[in-house]
């Protein structure tokens, strides 16, 4: 199907897309002003316990290593930088609307989404794109918003996330072919209504589709190479990852042995 037939369709289907919620959505409108410093973010965020707890859990993680640990959300904020902390906010308040959904398949989803950004911003540092690597941990992070969508429509299919790795792809194909959806359209139709960057959207909606990615422009298409390496190093090797080897490598430089590498050193 035509990928803007496939967007539409999923509307058409009756997917509910998340409102942002108002903690997210001051945040994202401080981050917006080019004066803005991490004194105007953390107060836009500072009635918001949540957020602010999601972006010091993040500053102090390892991959981030911090050479002391921020004590306040601006202190964390001065970290993360503007990127990074929207990132952390974005999925924070997604992640909070899955009140009512099944725990455990939502708890599997955002801590491998997680494990992916991690892993995506250490690749990307690995790589000629390092100036993509804040952008990449966005698209990462956010990259499976679109099972949660889905989830809420057919809450019965949760099952299939009660799993870790490999699995976890495969339930997200499944997923798809039980509700007749697409859950990167879905991603795709979140990122694009709650503002993220084109090349964030345009990533997430190829993310499972190499010939997709190959045809965008030079950032989202690197995102989305970027998206499939860090699954690669979370899941090890897989179907999803046998198309995408071949341009990663082309363009991004990074062989089977260099991923190997970035991967022995970030665990």
Request: aromatic residues 4%; contains cysteine.
């Amino acid at each position: 199907m035509n990928q803007d037939l496939l967007v539409e369709a999923v509307l058409a289907s009756g997917v509910v897309l998340p409102a942002p919620g108002p903690g997210f959505l001051r945040l994202q409108a401080a981050a917006a002003d080019e004066n803005a410093g991490p004194r105007e973010l953390a107060a836009a965020v500072s009635q918001d316990p949540a957020i602010t707890g999601a972006l010091l859990r993040v500053a102090n993680s390892p991959v981030f290593r911090p050479r002391s640990a921020p004590r306040s959300a601006q202190e964390a904020i001065t970290m993360l930088g503007r990127t990074r902390t929207l990132a952390t906010a974005a999925s924070t308040a997604l992640r909070n609307q899955g009140s009512g959904l099944d725990d455990k398949a939502i708890e599997a989803l955002w801590a491998a989404s997680a494990r992916a950004a991690d892993l995506t911003y250490a690749v990307c540092r690995a790589t000629p794109f390092k100036g993509l690597a804040d952008t990449a941990y966005l698209a990462a992070l956010m990259q499976d918003a679109g099972i949660a969508v889905l989830l809420r429509r057919a809450p019965e299919h949760a099952v299939l996330f009660h799993c870790t790795g490999c699995a976890l792809e495969a339930g997200a194909r499944a997923l798809d072919v039980l509700t007749g959806s697409d859950h990167t359209a879905a991603g795709f139709l979140v990122a694009r209504n709650w503002k993220l960057p084109v090349e964030v959207c345009e990533a997430i909606r190829a993310h499972h589709e190499p010939a997709m990615a190959l045809r965008l422009g030079d950032s989202a298409r690197r995102i989305a190479l970027l998206l499939a390496t860090g699954r690669r190093l979370r899941d090890g090797l897989s179907p999803d990852w046998t198309d995408w080897a071949e341009p990663v490598e082309a363009e991004l430089g990074l062989t089977e042995a260099a991923l190997d590498q970035i991967s022995a050193d970030e665990h």
